[in-house]
């Protein structure tokens, strides 16, 4: 099949990916980094109500072009990411880990029970004021701003309904999963690596911080049990910067919130060891280390500095889309299906923009999972390219991008936003999140 997009080392399909997927050679991606559909029916798009995130024949031919030990990280809501994960494994990855992207934006769609009574039984509410909840955040996952259309605050009528007041049926959305999954490696991790240049998390690249932190490394053979492959061939100290990267991810606003809760968290210290007389476990294991003094990270500050904050641009999602016109995102099952606002349906219309794919994901955080899971001048794909951010932020960490795309509409979407990557990174000086 001939790409439809072609914008430095970035190609693009145009096409449903089961018709795609099959063209692509076996063993040709590094990584897969995506966000299939949630299969929710959102905002009434029949591209999230198709069940291909379900599909064990897509994952199949995912795993069929990733080079063996090559990570999948794919997007899922969380009331259908448990179906999404079964599929992947079905298929034959591996599933290895969940990473949580926690966000503060959340938005809880949730049934008012006591309105729910009254209206039933055809009784009028008192209206007391205005609500001040802002309109727009996420649901599921999926960012959207409403028209600003308040909501009025009423008193329950009936006995009923004062009994059910304060009773909904949804939690807010505060995190959203991502699973984690590798195709089997061949041999050992460290045959496959240097087989395949996959297999492995690039930890160094993605740590957390910028603090220097000492690592003692203990010599083989000094571990419980005796253990001759373990530990290194030198008694030593080595440094790095940062901590090691959790498989909690969050954003500012979390972040933010975090620190208020937690503002001053001390860094964790342990028992730093050297030769010596060996010490006696309680279980009667013999260590050849003597704990004398103290290690770690002897710091303090808010706790959000043990996990990686992806701080998107305010100006990110329209990036390269200025000679686009702006467009309303409906929320089609409340307009009649049209795509027009119907009267009376304006709060259920998105606020215009050009970039109006209602599941952008922050170009921060897609370069650090790229960054995590692709090896240098690694090819990423995604099958479900929507708007092109696992594609743009390729392009920003000097990765080649493959991405598949069956919705015409987010084709020149995909070319502004890419094309702008690409002019980004010959720019000297320019900081995409400043």
């Known amino acids: 099949m001939q790409p439809t997009l072609i914008i430095g080392d970035a190609t693009i399909y145009h096409g449903n990916n089961l018709d795609v997927l099959p063209t692509l050679p076996d063993n040709?991606?590094?990584?897969?980094?995506?966000?299939?559909?949630?299969?929710?029916?959102?905002?009434?798009?029949?591209?999230?109500?198709?069940?291909?995130?379900?599909n064990v024949e897509l994952w199949q031919e995912c795993l069929r072009v990733l080079k063996p030990g090559g990570h999948l990280l794919a997007f899922g809501g969380t009331r259908t990411w448990h179906r999404l994960a079964v599929a992947?494994?079905?298929?034959?990855?591996?599933?290895?880990?969940?990473?949580a992207w926690l966000y503060g934006s959340g938005f809880p769609k949730s049934h008012n029970i006591s309105k729910a009574i009254d209206k039933a039984a055809g009784a009028e509410r008192e209206v007391l004021g205005k609500s001040n909840r802002h309109g727009g955040g996420t649901m599921q996952g999926h960012s959207f701003q409403v028209s600003?259309?308040?909501?009025?605050?009423?008193?329950?009528?009936?006995?009923?309904?004062?009994?059910?007041?304060?009773?909904?049926?949804?939690?807010?959305?505060a995190h959203e999963p991502i699973v984690v999954a590798r195709k089997p490696v061949e041999g050992t991790v460290a045959n496959n690596v240097l087989t395949y240049g996959t297999g492995a998390l690039n930890i160094d690249a993605t740590r957390i911080g910028t603090e220097v932190i000492s690592v003692h490394n203990a010599p083989k053979g000094t571990f419980a049990g005796g253990d001759a492959e373990r530990?290194?061939?030198?008694?030593?100290?080595?440094?790095?910067?940062?901590?090691?990267?959790?498989?909690?991810?969050?954003?500012?606003?979390?972040?933010?919130?975090?620190?208020?809760?937690a503002p001053n968290v001390g860094?964790?210290?342990g028992a730093r060891h050297h030769k010596g007389t060996p010490d006696i476990t309680p279980?009667?294991?013999?260590?050849?280390?003597?704990p004398t003094t103290t290690y770690g990270h002897d710091d303090s500050g808010g706790a959000s500095r043990f996990f990686y904050v992806a701080k998107a641009s305010k100006r990110d999602r329209n990036e390269g889309l200025n000679g686009l016109p702006e467009k309303a995102n409906v929320f089609m099952a409340r307009a009649n299906g049209t795509g027009e606002v119907q009267p009376g349906m304006e709060r259920f219309a998105t606020a215009?923009?050009?970039?109006?794919?209602?599941?952008?994901?922050?170009?921060?955080?897609?370069?650090?999972?790229?960054?995590?899971?692709?090896?240098?001048?690694?090819?990423?794909?995604?099958?479900?390219?929507?708007?092109?951010?696992?594609?743009?932020?390729?392009?920003?960490?000097?990765?080649r991008f493959i991405g598949i795309e069956l919705t015409a509409d987010y084709l020149p979407i995909i070319e502004g936003r890419l094309q702008h990557a690409v002019e980004k990174t010959n720019t000297q000086g320019d900081d995409l999140f400043e």
């Open 352 to 399: 215009p923009k050009q970039n109006f794919h209602p599941t952008v994901k922050p170009t921060a955080l897609m370069q650090y999972l790229i960054r995590l899971v692709t090896p240098d001048n690694g090819v990423v794909l995604d099958p479900f390219a929507g708007s092109g951010s696992t594609g743009k932020a390729a392009i920003l960490e000097g990765k």
């Open 267 to 269: 860094g964790a210290k």
């Open 231 to 261: 530990g290194s061939d030198t008694d030593s100290y080595r440094q790095h910067e940062g901590r090691w990267p959790a498989n909690i991810i969050l954003d500012e606003y979390t972040a933010e919130l975090l620190d208020e809760q």
């Open 148 to 173: 600003p259309v308040i909501p009025d605050i009423t008193a329950p009528a009936t006995d009923e309904a004062k009994q059910w007041d304060g009773w909904g049926t949804a939690l807010k959305p």
């Open 28 to 54: 040709s991606v590094d990584a897969i980094v995506c966000d299939p559909p949630y299969e929710l029916g959102f905002m009434g798009k029949s591209w999230d109500s198709s069940g291909i995130a379900y």
């Open 88 to 99: 992947i494994e079905d298929a034959g990855f591996q599933i290895r880990d969940n990473i």
């Open 283 to 290: 279980a009667g294991h013999k260590w050849g280390l003597k």
